[in-house]
């Protein structure tokens, strides 16, 4: 059985940090490319963050660039997203997602909310 399953969120003040995780079971994680993608409401889902399957190759949308590290352990069957310097508008639902040749997997998504 697949699980995507994301943890770490939560509520945190303005210039504060935030490790999320993705934990991924029921596929051969090391296949997969990984991403991390974020919803605000009234938003589309956005993409945020990429990671190749080996983990050698990183890539941000501009706006989290410098503030967001993507990683992934393939021994722990999953992947990581290092937030600092939260900003207001990096509040929303972020979700992880599994590709491999178009065929995903989502996870349920984590509350992020950076508010004073």
């Known amino acids: 059985q697949v699980q995507v399953v994301e943890s770490g969120g939560g509520l945190v003040q303005p210039g504060g940090s935030l490790r999320l995780s993705c934990a991924a079971s029921g596929f051969i994680f090391s296949n997969y490319v990984m991403r991390w993608y974020r919803q605000a409401p009234g938003k589309e889902r956005d993409l945020v963050a990429f990671?190749?399957?080996?983990?050698?190759?990183?890539a941000y949308v501009h706006s989290v660039k410098g503030r967001f590290t993507i990683s992934r352990d393939n021994a722990k069957n999953t992947v990581y997203l290092q937030m600092n310097s939260l900003k207001p508008e990096d509040t929303a639902v972020y979700y992880c997602?599994?590709?491999?040749?178009?065929?995903?997997?989502w996870g349920q998504g984590t509350q992020v909310t950076v508010s004073s």
């Open positions: 997602n599994a590709d491999r040749n178009g065929l995903g997997y």
């Open positions: 990671i190749g399957s080996t983990g050698a190759t990183t």
